[in-house]
């Protein structure tokens, strides 16, 4: 699943009331030839994937302002309490924004059109070099929500060098048990046969932490509820070290070899809550897990105060900066025996969300050639969402030498975490406060830059992994894993497995499967909260059963049949892309040999 919050389906129940409301196609009031004095204009932009809401602060506002003499006021369903109001209220008045980032799939990019809520942006593509490379991924697109022609969005995380087969991520998964390797290393790297027995190794480094710091606030684990959807969001995150990832209620390995619904009994979910509530029983989970949000959470992680991270983007993004790791302190991989992660294969026609044109925008030729600069080198640089990712400006963040990229002692410090403030030619301020609050990736990081050679994510250039395989806490984990990296771990010893990136989206599911999710999900996700803190093992095993017998008294049957044709479809796709490429492949050397 995408870790990105998701718009209620009563957003989507709105535009199909609205349908009959407006005209298919967009509102068709204005043209390419419209004039647009070049003023400084104020856009709208209606973001599904927002954490911030109002006005983009710091260097990139100025590089925007420079650029295009706009600035962004973001409009955030995620902030605005759960978006199903927002987005009623503002779809009603039949002016979502002037760019519109938002998912296409089960059916909400077709209403977003039919709805006259965003605009083709054929009539302003002449000369938009980046959009138009990326036709296929614009093709599909428009083949998910039933247009012919035209381009009605560009999808993010597109790629051009990457294929289905090769993960999208960089020098680390987006999954995996990540621990305080320093900890971890003082207690003697003690081997970690499977989940279960994270939990003793686990208790002995938060005593260690305890005893070191003198600080009884440390705990080993902390959760949050933001994310959660289908299931507990948390709870979902170790399933992927075993190869899973979620479809609705269901849960699917990313090589179509096993399928279960959340609720099978000693399946992997259940396996994943008693996990937890044999966690929560031995001390080691903080027990502000039930209240705290996501960025209460992050500043425990930066300030040293938690000890495991499900993803190396929240543990090392927080508390890997240059000086810990100077220490040898850090998040790094430590690796369960039996484990095999999920991991995205790179998806050349992008993921399921866009970025559209919104219908009653004004000066849309400009905001065109701005959504085509996100999509260039220059643009992919700049647009870093906030979990990090590319390099940032160049100039700033990093510069050519001796015809490599590397990065400037400022982009070092800020991009691994280090609070630094921008120099006043840049806009000022802090650098965080800078990044594009978009939180929209155009270009898949891992992709190559043509202009440099090398990727968009500096982790991956030469000159910073020289640097990294030289400060103590890297040394020290590749003398004790015999890798350079964790990828490279990973895949030496069979311990990832790749879903392909076909770009798969669900259909729009009717309104009676809707509602019957809406009921289920409530009672999994509160069930599985009280079952992970329940105050022993066999109340953790009542709660989690008698949560079985209450969702199917609601029918989950019914849902579950969707979810898993939905799941199986998907494989279906991923087995056809790779077919795809490998045609491809074919075609492109026996054209090579014939030569």
Not at 212 to 237: P, R, T, V
Not at 340 to 348: N, Q, V
Not at 389 to 417: C, H, M, Q, R, Y
Not at 496 to 510: D, H, W
Request: aromatic share 10%; net charge negative.
């Amino acid at each position: 699943m995408s870790l990105k919050k998701k718009v209620t389906i009563a957003a989507a129940v709105t535009l199909a009331a609205m349908m009959s409301l407006s005209a298919c196609g967009g509102s068709g009031s204005t043209t390419a030839a419209e004039k647009d004095d070049n003023s400084l204009m104020t856009v709208e932009v209606f973001d599904g994937l927002a954490n911030y809401q109002g006005e983009q602060k710091g260097w990139f506002a100025k590089i925007i302002k420079d650029k295009f003499n706009i600035k962004l006021n973001i409009v955030a369903p995620n902030v605005a309490g759960g978006g199903s109001t927002l987005f009623d209220t503002r779809a009603a008045a039949g002016n979502l924004g002037d760019i519109v980032i938002y998912g296409y799939d089960t059916g909400k990019g077709a209403k977003l059109v039919k709805s006259g809520l965003i605009e083709d942006m054929t009539p302003y593509l002449k000369g938009m070099k980046y959009i138009n490379k990326y036709k296929d991924a614009t093709d599909y697109v428009n083949e998910q929500i039933g247009q012919k022609s035209g381009v009605w969005g560009v999808p993010a995380s597109v790629v051009d060098t990457l294929t289905p087969d090769q993960p999208s991520e960089g020098l680390e998964p987006t999954f995996g048990p990540y621990l305080r390797w320093d900890l971890y290393k003082e207690i003697g790297y003690p081997e970690i046969d499977t989940l279960e027995d994270l939990i003793p190794v686990l208790k002995q480094m938060q005593d260690k932490a305890r005893e070191e710091s003198g600080s009884d606030d440390i705990y080993a684990m902390s959760l949050f509820k933001d994310w959660d959807g289908n299931m507990m969001n948390n709870a979902k995150q170790p399933t992927c070290f075993y190869g899973f990832d979620e479809v609705g209620f269901v849960l699917a390995k990313g090589d179509g070899s096993d399928f279960e619904s959340i609720t099978k009994e000693g399946g992997i979910y259940e396996r994943v809550i008693k996990f937890f509530n044999a966690a929560n029983r031995a001390g080691i989970v903080d027990p502000e897990s039930t209240t705290q949000n996501y960025d209460t959470m992050n500043s425990k992680y930066k300030n040293g105060k938690v000890l495991f991270s499900f993803w190396p983007w929240l543990g090392q993004a927080a508390y890997n900066t240059n000086a810990n790791k100077a220490e040898g302190k850090g998040f790094m991989l430590a690796p369960l025996k039996d484990m095999k992660i999920f991991s995205y294969g790179a998806a050349p026609r992008g993921d399921k969300t866009m970025i559209a044109l919104g219908s009653k925008a004004k000066n849309k030729q400009r905001l065109v050639k701005f959504i085509n600069w996100l999509y260039s080198p220059e643009g992919v640089y700049a647009f870093s969402n906030q979990t990090g990712g590319s390099a940032g400006p160049k100039g700033l963040n990093w510069e050519i030498k001796d015809g490599k990229p590397v990065l400037t002692e400022f982009g070092s410090a800020v991009l691994s975490g280090e609070s630094k403030n921008v120099p006043e030619e840049w806009g000022g301020g802090s650098y965080s406060d800078g990044i594009s609050a978009l939180n929209f990736t155009t270009v898949t990081v891992n992709d190559i830059d043509p202009d440099t050679g090398y990727t968009y994510n500096p982790v991956m250039w030469p000159s910073e992994i020289e640097k990294a395989n030289q400060n103590p806490l890297n040394k020290d984990w590749q003398e004790h894993m015999g890798a350079s990296t964790t990828m490279e771990y990973l895949e030496n010893n069979d311990m990832l497995l790749v879903g392909a990136g076909s770009s798969y989206v669900q259909p729009e599911e009717n309104s009676q499967i809707s509602t019957l999710r809406g009921s289920i999900k409530t009672e999994i996700v509160n069930s599985s909260w009280k079952t992970s803190f329940a105050s022993s093992e066999s109340e953790c095993e009542k709660i989690f059963n008698e949560m079985i017998k209450t969702v199917n008294g609601l029918d989950i049957d019914s849902v579950l049949k969707v979810d898993m044709k939905n799941a199986k479809d998907q494989d279906k796709a991923r087995k056809n892309i790779l077919k795809e490429y490998q045609n491809k492949e074919k075609s492109s050397s026996s054209d090579s040999s014939s030569e």
